[in-house]
């Protein structure tokens, strides 16, 4: 039964990554396998028009955000901030940083936490500016 559950969220995740083509990016750990996928800059940025996923930037201190970022959560304060996620764990989220380290380890906290379509944007909003796109800066 779990294989058949594991499969069916496989699939899922499948379809409804189509528009990003992400990669799924295991990762071991003292209690386990982690997994999580992952998107290019350039497969974000074609997705962000008809955007189905919560775009969260766990990046601290502020450096600068991706247009249409839903939400701002430091990547070491996730379990602290689980009212900005949805409550729904099949919801997708797609997380990104400066260059990667953050996001990489908010995402293997949620995928802990049990959320099962949980996107990693390695690179970042360096990725992001290096590929043309524009970043927005504000003030804090």
């Excluded at 949620?110 to 524009?134: F, H, Q």
């Amino acid at each position: 039964m779990r294989t058949f559950l594991f499969v069916l969220v496989a699939i899922s995740l499948v379809f409804s990554l189509s528009a990003c083509q992400s990669k799924q990016t295991p990762e071991s750990t003292k209690s386990g396998t982690v997994s999580f996928t992952t998107t290019t800059v350039k497969e974000l940025h074609d997705a962000l028009p008809n955007k189905d996923f919560l775009l969260v930037n766990v990046h601290i201190p502020y450096a600068g955000e991706i247009p249409e970022t839903d939400a701002f959560i430091p990547y070491n304060e996730i379990e602290q901030n689980l009212d900005k996620l949805p409550a729904d764990k099949d919801a997708k989220i797609v997380l990104y940083c400066r260059s990667g380290g953050m996001s990489n380890a908010a995402a293997k906290t949620l995928v802990k936490l049990g959320y099962t379509s949980v996107v990693d944007v390695p690179g970042g909003m360096n990725a992001w500016r290096s590929a043309g796109y524009e970043l927005i800066q504000q003030e804090q």
